[in-house]
């Protein structure tokens, strides 16, 4: 069955960095764009970035865009989110998702706090 692992969530100060992964298995990987999402206390989840299955195009969030970065090793089955200049904003549990069929797949979150 599709699963997905996140990882990489901590506590971090603003202004620092953090990079998230996310460990795929139970489906073709590479043939899927992957998505990351973020749901902060009290607030719905949002999207935060996408890629293509081949990793060759990506979309943000303007809330990150130019702080955020997101990547994909199709060898290994995972996507990465590298955030720098990180804002207490972003303290949220972030998501890695796939749409695998008609239904979209979710990991158990992995919590990003910025704080000082």
């Known amino acids: 069955q599709v699963q997905l692992v996140e990882s990489g969530g901590g506590l971090v100060q603003p202004g620092g960095s953090l990079r998230l992964s996310c460990a795929a298995s139970?489906?073709?990987?590479?043939?899927?764009?992957m998505t990351w999402y973020r749901q902060a206390p009290g607030k719905e989840r949002e999207l935060v970035a996408t890629i293509t299955s081949t990793g060759g195009r990506t979309n943000y969030a303007d809330s990150v865009k130019g702080r955020f970065t997101i990547s994909r090793d199709n060898a290994n089955d995972t996507v990465y989110l590298q955030m720098i200049s990180l804002k207490p904003d972003d303290t949220a549990v972030y998501y890695c998702?796939?749409?695998?069929?008609?239904?979209?797949?979710w990991g158990q979150g992995t919590q990003v706090t910025v704080s000082s």
């Open positions: 998702s796939c749409l695998w069929g008609l239904v979209r797949y």
């Open positions: 139970g489906f073709t990987f590479s043939s899927y764009p």
